[in-house]
């Protein structure tokens, strides 16, 4: 059974304040694992993943922590099983359309990154709709990765920046890092701090490939349906035992 989410709804005393990151960003693996162990079938794992993911959010609100992104689906994921892919399409829908109002109630601001365009003509609306009726809040940003891949996001960033140099807009020069990052998906978002991968594995996954590069990684054998606060605090805990040097001595 999925361990019971501990309660830490204030910021546990050891943990600094002033040393929190800003920005969290996480790989939700193990559902189909978690699911398997229990004798369930996936789409059971996928079910609760979300209920962690609902509670990841809040115990980041109530902790201070300003952005959360998360892989959702990525582009390689197409590549599962069909039945399972439409059951992950119709939870986006009835996930958002269920928790739309408490989103905007809890000042969440939620922004969808990746390739929209290829999604189900239903799943675009649903994701507009949550984008602006929370594009005024001033809480927490929730960022989902949807059909995203970091390779597939620097070959349009640089697709982008290729025409504007063909058109005479821009010379080959002036890019550099700040013009490419206005490019990407994540154009309005600083580099996440902290990027947390559950279920062991050890590997990005083709996500955020670009923002990542300083970013401070913990990985945990602890399957997604099992992260909990307890769990969140031991990432943030090795987090802040870290010196990030960004290339200096």
């Known amino acids: ?5 501990t309660v830490l709804h204030e910021l546990p005393a050891d943990l600094d304040r002033e040393k929190l990151p800003q920005h969290v960003a996480v790989i939700m693996d193990g559902n189909g694992r978690w699911a398997r162990n229990q004798g369930l079938p996936r789409i059971v794992g996928h079910q609760h993943g979300v209920d962690v993911l609902k509670d990841l959010l809040r115990c980041c609100r109530d902790w201070g922590i300003q952005a959360l992104t ?10 599962r099983p069909l039945s ?4 992950l399409m119709t939870l986006f829908e009835r ?9 905007v109630a809890e000042d969440v601001r939620i922004q969808f ?4 365009q290829a999604l189900p003509r239903s799943l675009q609306e649903e994701i507009d709709r949550a984008m602006a009726a929370t594009r005024d809040n001033r809480g927490i940003r929730f960022n989902v ?5 970091g390779r597939q996001e620097i070959l349009q960033a640089c697709r982008a920046l ?5 058109h005479g807009q821009i010379q080959p020069e002036e890019i550099d890092e700040n013009l490419f990052s206005r490019h990407l998906y994540t154009s309005n978002l600083e580099d996440p701090d902290l990027f947390i991968r559950t279920s062991g594995e050890m590997r990005l996954s083709n996500f955020l490939l670009w923002q990542l590069a300083y970013t401070e990684i913990y990985v945990t054998d602890t399957l997604w349906p099992d992260f909990n606060r307890q769990e969140f605090y031991r990432a943030i805990y090795n987090y802040q ?6 290339g200096k001595v």
């Open 84 to 87: 399972e892919v439409e059951f």
């Open 162 to 166: 290729a025409r504007q140099v063909q």
């Open 113 to 116: 990154v990746g390739n929209l």
């Open 1 to 5: 059974m999925t361990a019971k989410p």
């Open 70 to 79: 998360v892989y959702a689906f990525s582009t390689e994921n197409w590549k």
């Open 145 to 149: 990765a949807t059909n995203y891949g």
């Open 95 to 103: 996930v958002l359309r269920r928790e739309l109002d408490e989103m």
């Open 241 to 246: 035992q870290r010196h990030r040097r960004f």
